[in-house]
C-alpha cells in the first residue's frame, strides 16, 4: 500500500521560511521512482485545493506563478521523500499543504488535483503580518 506523510508544516510571521517534506512508502519498481509525476497542492481555507509545485520523473519542475522565486520543490537522491521549500512567506500562502503523486507514466506535472491519484493528510502552513 503507497502512502504518502507530510511533515514540516507550522506558523511563521511573513517573510519567514519553512520547509515540507513528504515521504514516500509502501511503494516498488524502477517505473514508479522514474516516471510518475509528485506535486505539492494547497487548500486555503473556505476554498479550492490548488497546485503550487510539481516535479516529473526526469526532475523537470513547475511552478505556480504566485511561487515563483520563493518555493522550492525537490527530491532526494532514492526518490522517496518530496520536499517544499518555501521563502519569502505571505500570509496568503497560509493553508492545508499536500503532496500527490500522479502514476500516469505519460504524467505531465499537471496543477490539476484530478489527475493525481495518492495523497497525503496534508500539513497546516500559517503565515501572519
Known amino acids: 500500500q503507497v502512502q504518502l506523510k507530510e511533515s514540516g508544516g507550522g506558523s511563521v510571521q511573513s517573510g519567514g521560511s519553512l520547509r515540507l517534506s513528504c515521504a514516500l512508502s509502501?511503494?516498488?519498481?524502477?517505473?514508479?521512482?522514474?516516471?510518475?509525476?509528485m506535486g505539492w497542492f494547497r487548500q486555503p481555507p473556505g476554498k479550492e485545493r490548488e497546485g503550487v509545485a510539481t516535479?516529473?520523473?526526469?526532475?523537470?519542475?513547475l511552478y505556480t506563478d504566485s511561487v515563483k522565486g520563493r518555493f522550492t520543490v525537490s527530491r532526494d537522491n532514492a526518490k522517496t521523500t518530496l520536499n517544499l521549500q518555501m521563502n519569502s512567506l505571505k500570509p496568503e500562502d497560509t493553508a492545508l499543504y499536500y503532496c500527490?503523486?500522479?502514476?500516469?507514466?505519460?504524467?505531465?506535472?499537471?496543477?490539476?488535483?484530478?489527475?493525481?491519484?495518492?495523497w497525503g493528510q496534508g500539513t497546516q502552513v500559517t503565515v501572519s503580518s
Open positions: 500527490a503523486v500522479d502514476e500516469n507514466i505519460h504524467c505531465s506535472g499537471s496543477f490539476s488535483p484530478r489527475v493525481y491519484d495518492r
Open positions: 516535479i516529473k520523473g526526469d526532475g523537470s519542475t
Open positions: 509502501g511503494y516498488s519498481g524502477y517505473i514508479y521512482s522514474n516516471y510518475y509525476c
